[in-house]
């Protein structure tokens, strides 16, 4: 039997090993909604989107910025105000806040300025995930106030993407402030009246979807994006009871009422700067 086996292997053909050129793992990214690898290129080309499932991944800041505005049209505000440590946290959180800012280059969550769509000038804000979870402390608030307001007094349109987790723990009462300052400087915005729009992005959630993001003149939202208030476990947890099926997705809140459109990000731009051509009240109208 021995012989047989050696005769065996020794009839078996050679195969000289050829080492497959491995393909540098950062040119692939695995979708989040399928969970198929999309060659690194086509997906950024295709501005994060699954070009298989659709599904929406998120975006920086910076990148919507790209999407939305006019090239070169943008003019930061505010880039200098950074969190502090309000309730003393200590060392770890503003060492959490300083790699943040290192990592998505903006001093806090949200990057705001004026800009142009489509030759609209428009007042500009964008929350980031990236930054402690898009989640809305003080500065968030304030640079949120502030783009409301100087859209107020240039009688122009504002513009908020959000992105976001809630309030920030870490400071606690502070960030619950932001929710009523922020819908109060929309209130104000509205006496102008100038237009106010929101696109809500994947999560928005908690204290930002209950807030200034539910105001706005006219909604809209990503496909797939979860908003909401609470988590869905908690919520199950609390009312005792089986939510429905795609509960917290963008498609359900259309459904009931909450939204004005859903609209997929390649026809995102296109979409705002029509609804701003129809809303946006000439300068020499509006005075
Ligand atoms: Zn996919």
């Known amino acids: 039997m021995a012989g047989l086996f050696d005769s065996l292997r020794a009839r078996r053909p050679r195969v000289d090993k050829v080492a497959t050129p491995a393909l540098p793992s950062d040119h692939w990214v695995k979708c989040s909604g399928c969970g198929n690898a999309i060659y690194r290129a086509s997906f950024l080309e295709n501005r994060k989107v699954c070009e298989k499932c659709s599904h929406h991944h998120r975006m920086s800041a910076r990148e919507r910025l790209e999407l939305l505005a006019d090239p070169g049209s943008f003019e930061e505000w505010d880039a200098g105000l950074v969190s502090v440590d309000p309730l003393g ?10 790699s943040d800012r290192e990592r998505t280059g903006l001093s806090d969550g949200l990057l705001s300025g004026a800009c142009t769509l489509d030759g ?3 007042a500009l ?11 809305m402390g003080s500065v968030v608030g304030e640079k949120v106030v502030r783009v409301l307001e100087r859209a107020a007094e240039r009688r122009i349109p504002a513009l908020l993407v959000t992105c976001s987790g809630g309030a920030r723990m870490q400071e606690g009462m502070l960030s619950l402030m932001q929710m009523g300052r922020t819908c109060a400087a929309v209130r104000r915005l ?6 106010f729009l929101v696109i809500m992005t994947d999560p928005t959630t908690a204290g930002v979807a209950a807030s200034f993001a539910a105001l706005g003149d006219v909604i809209l939202a990503e496909p797939g994006a979860i908003i909401g208030f609470s988590g869905r476990r908690v919520v199950e947890q609390t009312i005792r009871q089986k939510l429905p099926p795609g509960f917290q997705s963008s498609e359900f809140y259309l459904e009931h009422g909450f939204l004005d459109r859903v609209v997929p990000r390649s026809e995102l731009k296109d979409t705002v700067t029509a609804i701003l051509g129809m809303l946006a009240v000439p300068a020499e109208v509006g005075r």
């Open 190 to 195: 509205n006496r102008v009246p100038a237009p």
């Open 89 to 98: 946290f200590g060392q770890d959180y503003l060492d959490k806040l300083k």
């Open 125 to 135: 804000g964008i929350m980031d995930f990236g930054f402690r979870g898009g989640s």
């Open 120 to 122: 609209i000038p428009v």
